[in-house]
């Protein structure tokens, strides 16, 4: 079946500091979608941004992320990070069927300190 | 605005009693889900409805089912819960004119005792 892996589970970072969040995926569709799910503590889960054609990179609030399906991956970056990005993130698939099945990673809690 | 709206915030139960989750949402979307979030193992998909009367078990469907009599409301349901099943539940509903966006409600807290 469809599967999303994250591979770091915590991650504590330095305001002013690059932020990588890793995100690889297994699937046997050959158009997968990918997403980046942002959730703030005490609020809903909310979409970050969404995967463009494979190669290009979409951006939203100072975060980017590029779908390679050579590598099946779809991380996420920003080049500075902030206090206010602390949340949890998750990175999910959708293979575009009828189902509409959103698979989720893990998810990574970052942290983000002064 | 778009909003999903789940109902009870936060519940205590004891093993073997019976749980009921509302949730509605205003945008007449078709499909809605139930997930669940225990740390580590990020949101986990219960079940999938695509409209009234038509839904399917997503991964972890074992101890619950759900019920949709109308397009706005999904429930979901345990019949004597049990300790493993103390989580946030989350439901959402998909919106298709987006890319197939998700929008959360807040979340339910669990805490079977």
């Known amino acids: 079946g469809d599967s999303v892996t994250q591979t770091e589970g915590l991650v504590t970072l330095t305001e002013g500091l690059p932020v990588m969040l890793n995100c690889t995926y297994q699937?046997?569709?050959?158009?997968?979608?990918l997403f980046w799910y942002v959730h703030y503590l005490n609020e809903s889960p909310r979409l970050l941004l969404k995967?463009?054609?494979?190669?290009k990179r979409t951006e939203h609030q100072g975060f980017h992320a590029t779908l390679h399906k050579s590598s099946s991956s779809f991380h996420l970056q920003k080049s500075s990070a902030q206090l206010s990005d602390s949340a949890l993130y998750y990175c999910?698939?959708?293979?575009?069927?009828?189902?509409?099945?959103?698979?989720f990673g893990e998810g990574t809690q970052v942290t983000v300190i002064s | 605005d778009m909003k999903v709206t789940q109902m009870p915030r936060y519940l205590i139960k004891r093993m073997g009693e019976n749980v009921l989750l509302e949730c509605g949402q205003d945008?007449?979307?078709?499909?809605m889900y139930w997930y669940r979030q225990d740390p580590g193992l990020g949101l986990q998909l219960i079940y999938i409805?695509?409209?009234?009367?038509?839904?399917s078990e997503g991964d972890i469907p074992k101890g619950y089912r759900v019920s949709r009599k109308k397009r706005e409301h999904f429930s979901l349901i345990l019949d004597s819960a049990k300790t493993n099943q103390t989580s946030v539940y989350f439901c959402?509903?998909?919106?298709?004119?987006?890319?197939?966006?998700?929008?959360f409600g807040e979340g339910s807290r669990l805490i079977v005792v």
């Open positions: 959402a509903s998909r919106d298709i004119n987006s890319g197939n966006t998700l929008y």
């Open positions: 699937t046997i569709y050959s158009n997968p979608f």
């Open positions: 409805s695509y409209d009234v009367d038509s839904n």
């Open positions: 995967s463009s054609t494979d190669n």
């Open positions: 945008m007449s979307h078709e499909t």
């Open positions: 999910a698939l959708n293979t575009g069927g009828l189902s509409g099945k959103l698979t």
